[in-house]
């Protein structure tokens, strides 16, 4: 089985490739750079798919597309029953829920917190609201944050895979002492050789 990871330098394909790295997976990774001035993707990923975004997941020549499906397809063919719940149990639907919660609800804040950063005063009337919401999402998952530091169950999942991203916007925006149930989560993920082997692949990061 031949799999391909299309990855964006500094991006959220960062958690498909510390994935790969968990499962053990053998890969190819074809690296895309963001533009230096735009800091837009390149458009040689249109070749790959028609909108030009990462991650993408070459499977035998099949693209997976969308990071929450391709951590699932990952978990359940590589993940040897470790990386999700049993089906059927209130853990899957919960991580089913997690999951699509992370590019979901939780990403929504985040891109117009960066977006609207972009237009220094004209985005003022906004500020309020997004941090706001940036405040709720990062406090719900400091809530949900299980003693264990996993969100489903006392090891890891797909769900701490996806929810990743928004952590660590949480901590690198300087929030981690308003959630230190989120820093040490983000923490224990950055001590792991799967996660620095994936930094040290992947180029510049910055969960921005």
Same mark, same amino acid.
């Given at each position: 089985?031949?799999?391909?990871? /299309? /990855?964006?330098?500094?991006?959220?394909?960062?958690?498909?490739?510390?994935? @790969?790295?968990?499962?053990?997976?053998?890969?190819?990774?074809?690296?895309?750079?963001?533009?230096?001035?735009?800091?837009?993707?390149?458009?040689?990923? $249109?070749?790959?798919?028609?909108?030009? $975004?990462?991650?993408?997941?070459?499977?035998?020549?099949?693209?997976?597309?969308?990071?929450?499906?391709?951590?699932?397809?990952?978990?359940? $063919? /590589?993940?040897?029953?470790?990386?999700?719940?049993?089906?059927?149990?209130? =853990?899957?639907?919960?991580?089913?829920?997690?999951?699509? %919660?992370?590019?979901?609800?939780?990403?929504?804040?985040?891109?117009?917190?960066?977006?609207?950063?972009?237009?220094? =005063?004209?985005?003022?009337? @906004?500020?309020?609201?997004? =941090?706001?919401?940036?405040?709720?999402?990062?406090?719900?998952?400091?809530?949900? @944050?299980?003693?264990?530091? /996993? %969100?489903?169950?006392?090891?890891?999942?797909?769900?701490?895979?996806?929810?990743? %991203?928004?952590?660590?916007?949480?901590?690198?925006?300087?929030?981690?002492?308003?959630?230190?149930?989120?820093?040490?989560?983000?923490?224990?993920?950055?001590?792991?050789?799967?996660?620095?082997?994936?930094?040290?692949?992947?180029?510049?990061?910055?969960?921005?």
């Amino acid at each position: 089985m031949a799999i391909v990871l /299309h /990855h964006l330098n500094n991006s959220r394909s960062q958690r498909i490739l510390w994935l @790969l790295e968990e499962l053990g997976v053998p890969y190819e990774l074809k690296i895309h750079l963001r533009d230096a001035e735009t800091n837009l993707a390149p458009t040689e990923l $249109k070749a790959v798919h028609p909108l030009g $975004k990462s991650p993408l997941l070459e499977v035998d020549g099949r693209i997976i597309e969308e990071s929450g499906a391709i951590v699932q397809y990952l978990c359940e $063919k /590589h993940g040897g029953g470790k990386w999700l719940p049993a089906a059927g149990t209130d =853990d899957a639907l919960r991580h089913n829920e997690l999951m699509h %919660f992370a590019e979901g609800s939780a990403m929504t804040p985040i891109l117009l917190n960066l977006y609207v950063s972009r237009l220094g =005063d004209a985005g003022a009337p @906004l500020r309020p609201r997004i =941090d706001e919401q940036l405040a709720a999402h990062f406090g719900y998952l400091e809530q949900i @944050l299980r003693p264990s530091g /996993h %969100f489903i169950g006392d090891d890891w999942t797909g769900a701490d895979v996806m929810l990743s %991203f928004p952590a660590e916007v949480a901590v690198m925006q300087g929030m981690g002492a308003a959630f230190p149930k989120l820093a040490a989560f983000v923490a224990a993920i950055h001590a792991r050789p799967a996660w620095q082997a994936a930094r040290a692949k992947g180029g510049a990061y910055f969960a921005t």
